[in-house]
């Protein structure tokens, strides 16, 4: 299994700043994923980070808004610019283990 | 349509019944199902995971998986109301690739 962590646990933002969010797991993984749960919904993948290469982002996500780093095998930072209201939801981190798929605890961000 | 279909409840059960939960999906590329249980304000917990047809039993939880029909499910036997939360069924066509989740249930086991 992998264990992955995340900070900040939450966090409440003003509209217009930005916040990044960062992701690491207990193991070396090639790919690490980012998704976001909006109020009351199910999860959305954001964008998949390979180590060493750009990350590939799904359709109405973009690198501008959602800026990701992934500097070694065991970290990522996913950044929401730029926030406004509608960016308040969790947002999770996940990665492979074992054939499995395992998920950190959330980042729960509120934008006022 | 979306790839993943789930119905969202609520699903309200007594302590000690049976909860049975279901996903249909679309994509006939999925060999890969995992369900997860999602307590409130908590990230997802992986209960059960699945490759291709068949059935997976793991203590109160049975996992099946129809291919043929795309369909999967997960029953929880003697439920227990520590059971209620959101359960989220997942599918990819690789171990390590992205996941579609269904909608997600919401499970209330009532003593």
């Known amino acids: 299994s992998a264990v992955i962590s995340q900070k900040p646990s939450r966090d409440i933002c003003q509209r217009g700043t930005s916040l990044t969010i960062q992701c690491q797991v207990d193991?070396?993984?090639?790919?690490m994923f980012w998704y976001r749960q909006q109020p009351g919904q199910s999860l959305t993948l954001i964008a998949t980070?390979?180590?060493?290469?750009?990350?590939?982002?799904e359709s109405g996500f973009v690198i501008d808004k959602f800026p990701i780093s992934r500097p070694n095998l065991t970290f990522s930072t996913l950044t929401v610019s730029n926030m406004s209201p509608e960016d308040s939801s969790i947002y999770l981190c996940?990665?492979?283990?074992?054939?499995?798929?395992?998920f950190g605890p959330g980042t729960r961000l509120t934008v006022t | 349509q979306k790839e993943v279909e789930q119905d969202p409840g609520p699903l309200s059960v007594p302590e000690g019944a049976i909860v049975s939960l279901n996903c249909t999906y679309s994509?006939?590329?999925?060999?890969?199902f995992m369900w997860y249980r999602q307590y409130s304000r908590k990230g997802p917990e992986l209960l059960m995971y699945?490759?291709?047809?068949g059935n997976k039993e793991d203590g109160r939880f049975t996992a099946q998986v129809d291919k043929s029909s795309k369909y999967i499910s997960l029953f929880i036997r003697d439920s227990q109301p520590s059971d209620s939360a959101t359960y989220l069924c997942?599918?990819?066509?690789?171990?390590?690739?992205?996941?579609?989740f269904g909608a997600g249930t919401q499970v209330v086991v009532t003593p």
């Open positions: 193991s070396q993984v090639t790919m």
């Open positions: 994509n006939s590329a999925f060999q890969y």
């Open positions: 996940s990665a492979p283990g074992g054939g499995e798929q395992y």
């Open positions: 980070a390979n180590q060493g290469s750009e990350a590939t982002y």
């Open positions: 699945t490759y291709s047809s």
């Open positions: 997942a599918m990819s066509a690789d171990s390590w690739g992205k996941f579609q």
